[in-house]
């Protein structure tokens, strides 16, 4: 190797360790390869493929109160960066404090952690021809919605979109011997219909994917012109709480939400809704008699993720130190009940919890009420949302979230929808719906609107709140 060439991945980790003068070294390096394609006004109007490397180097050097850490990234081009992103890490490492959540490396030799045998090889690719039933399925949509073959069910519409498709390879290396690889596959579709009359009218819908192989764009299709057919007659509704169905792209922004939040130390410190009154946490307590099931699973089938734990920054729920820990099935609610928070091995050894690495994805199960449309056939009066957005936290205390509908909400009466409503702010906590919940529905792989570039693998139920608390008219649309 020379200085100024490009090399490989392994390569790169390599160098890094070797040039290393820190008592302890961990290196990251992320290659990104991903293909997207737009259209809009049912036109295809872009489509591109790009590759993208991140590195990171994550120093320990032992001080005089205890090792002390310091992280420096760059784009790992050749071994002159490297060399330059080792250095300035342990500068930093230099000029920090003691590190609280100080751990033994995990070793190369640990149960799960051997070094990988596909650790040489390049980083994963795609290509813009994943597409390619896609591409063909929308030329055939964009020429019915052109030629007004669906005008008798929503007076003509224009279709708009996005799908995109990232593979992400990962190394892990470290001076303790861990060499782990790994390639995460990541594609998504949405898709949006307008009345072509005065764009005001609008339908959305979305997909999760690892390969684009199983996405059905024609049912998709199918549900957004139906649901515009929906919004041909409008009703003007005030605020109030409404019995409203939740559909499964909902559901998944709330309770990412709530999984982002099961944090050990925050409850622990009394900083978060599973922060128990008098001190202690949630862990334990029953949110509801509904046999309710949050968990997460690298190996769920369609759903699958990193086995092992890979961060450049240390959290109240991970630790640097704790790269290339295994990570396994948690359930986070089970039954009904908390069950487990997330910690690191420092937080869990000075809290006195078990160790768990926060989710990757996440599954919410036991309902059996069937689909959403079944819950709508079920409703005397009520709500049909389509997704959320714009989320925000109001108080972390109870979880109390507050954001806006978005793209659709509709009236149903005697187990039909008779039109479309206008949009709501909302305030609620996914705590308290979980408690509130009267019918939850069969689980199936969603994508939430919201978190979808953080965290797009999921697979929620529809669920049934009967007083969800829409606290004021939106005009938005």
């Not at 392994?10 to 259209?39: G, P, Q």
């Not at 920090?96 to 070793?107: H, N, Q, W």
């Not at 979230?401 to 996914?430: A, H, I, K, W």
């Amino acid at each position: 190797m020379t200085l100024g060439k490009v090399v490989r991945p392994d390569e790169l980790t390599e160098a890094a360790l070797a040039v290393s003068t820190a008592d302890e070294c961990i290196v990251l390096l992320t290659e990104t390869n991903e293909a997207t394609l737009r259209w809009a006004n049912s036109t295809m109007t872009t489509n591109g493929h790009t590759t993208a490397r991140s590195f990171s180097v994550i120093s320990v050097l032992q001080g005089p109160d205890g090792p002390a850490v310091g992280t420096v990234s760059g784009n790992g081009i050749d071994l002159d960066e490297v060399h330059a992103v080792v250095a300035a890490s342990e500068e930093t490492a230099r000029q920090s404090g003691p590190a609280r959540d100080v751990a033994p490396l995990v070793e190369g030799t640990a149960v799960d952690n051997r070094a990988d045998d596909d650790y040489a090889s390049p980083g994963a690719a795609t290509e813009i021809g994943v597409f390619a039933s896609l591409a063909d399925e929308l030329a055939a949509a964009f020429h019915d919605s052109r030629s007004g073959g669906s005008r008798g069910s929503d007076g003509g519409h224009l279709l708009y979109g996005f799908a995109e498709h990232r593979v992400e390879t990962t190394w892990l290396a470290s001076s303790a011997g861990l060499r782990r690889r790994w390639v995460q596959p990541t594609g998504t579709v949405e898709l949006n219909a307008k009345v072509a009359d005065d764009l005001a009218r609008s339908a959305w819908t979305g997909a999760y994917t690892t390969d684009f192989s199983d996405v059905d764009l024609t049912a998709l299709i199918a549900e957004v012109r139906k649901r515009l057919g929906w919004s041909r007659r409008r009703i003007e509704l005030p605020a109030g709480r409404y019995d409203t169905i939740l559909p499964p792209s909902a559901v998944a922004d709330l309770m990412v939400y709530l999984a982002w939040t099961m944090e050990g130390r925050s409850a622990h410190e009394g900083r978060s809704a599973f922060s128990a009154p008098g001190g202690g946490t949630r862990l334990g307590e029953r949110l509801t008699e509904l046999p309710l099931t949050l968990s997460s699973d690298p190996v769920a089938p369609g759903l699958t993720t990193m086995p092992f734990l890979a961060t450049t920054v240390s959290s109240d729920a991970v630790s640097v130190f704790d790269n290339g820990l295994p990570i396994r099935r948690v359930d986070w609610l089970r039954d009904g009940t908390v069950n487990a928070l997330a910690y690191s091995r420092a937080a869990a050894q000075e809290l006195g919890g078990q160790v768990t690495p926060p989710p990757e994805n996440l599954l919410l199960t036991g309902g059996s009420a069937g689909t959403a449309d079944d819950l709508v056939a079920g409703t005397e009066r009520g709500l049909l949302l389509t997704c959320l957005w714009y989320i925000r936290e109001v108080d972390p205390t109870s979880l109390l979230l507050t954001g806006l509908t978005r793209d659709g909400v509709y009236l149903v009466e005697d187990g039909e929808v008779v039109g479309q409503v206008n949009n709501f702010r909302f305030n609620e906590s996914p705590i308290d719906l979980i408690r509130r919940a009267s019918e939850v529905g069969v689980t199936a792989r969603a994508l939430g609107r919201e978190w979808k570039d953080w965290f797009a693998r999921v697979a929620m139920p529809p669920i049934r709140v009967p007083d969800f608390n829409m606290s004021s008219v939106s005009q938005a649309t």
